[in-house]
């Protein structure tokens, strides 16, 4: 029999009820843990994995199973977001007014700090949690969502059938087999916070919640545009991630993307695609230049060769190679 997830983090491993809600409740927080069956099947379990971004704890990824059924009483969780995977058995989750009955390949759960929660596992039911601390999840509500930073309610129930159900659950198992490769090799470990974050992306882009429709985003200043094309030429043969470009460039995301829409009439993506065009052409026409047509290409970050010849075609009139003849 498989070893079960993140045994290397065990952390929970008890049959006294009363010492389970102590132990899991330092790890998560403090609730009301109480036996429903009658038969001697409990047996608490809690393997548990930190998460960092930087230098600062961002969430943890965990196994949690019960062995019998049980009714667990957090209240509200006040400090992190749980994202609950049923990977066995079945569970009830009341958060707030809302009632979502999960199970394995149909339904998980998300629960929000600011919401009152109460749940009831089955006998069988074990799952894979991702914990998201809250301070985490609203700076990059705030940053990603053009919203000020506070409160975020999510919808409890995250479909695992269709929509971003599936992709969020393969990030959290990746987050899994990171944290099981990093007992053997801990580089791995530091890749974690990346897949948390892409996680977390995901929810808040593809998931319902309170921020699914913002105020308004303030118009980014023209001057935002100025400083987002600067990073994009000092940085040209990087790969360019849109967040970091917006926090360089003193705005939103979201307002960003509108206002290269309305100045350039054009997406980011494009704009950064076309500079890397142009400054591919400066250096085809400089007769100083030593590299080669494919090394100026990996250099200017364009590493597709054939995409980037028919971009340069449709854009030049020519072939990369063409305009190297003419100089």
Known sequence: MPEPLLSAYAKVDTRDV??????????FCA???TALSRERTFNARHHHCGVSVGEARAGAINLVA????????????DRFYLVQVPLAGEATIACGRRETQTGPGRAASI???TEPVTMRWSRSCSQLILMLERAHVERAAARLLDRREGALVFAPRLDLERGV??????QMRRLATLAEAGVREPAALARMGEVLDAALA???????SDAAAPEAAAPAPPRAVAR????????????????????AAGTGLRALQAAFRRSLGRSIGEVVRERRLDALRACLVDPAEPRGVATLMLDLGLWHFGRTAQAYRARFGETPRETRARR
Not at 165 to 170: K, L, Q, S, T
Not at 202 to 208: E, R, V, Y
Not at 228 to 247: G, K, N, R, T, Y
Request: charged share 20%.
């Open 165 to 170: 159900g599936p992709v969020i659950v393969a």
């Open 202 to 208: 995901t929810l808040l882009f593809g998931q319902p």
């Open 228 to 247: 987002a094309l600067a990073f994009i030429d000092a940085h040209l043969a990087d790969e360019i991630d849109q967040v970091a470009l917006a926090e």
């Open 111 to 113: 629960l929000s700090p």
């Open 18 to 27: 009363d010492e389970a809600a102590e132990q899991v409740g330092r790890i």
């Open 31 to 33: 609730h009301r843990l």
């Open 66 to 77: 019960y062995g019998g059924d049980v009714a667990i009483d957090p209240g509200c969780l």
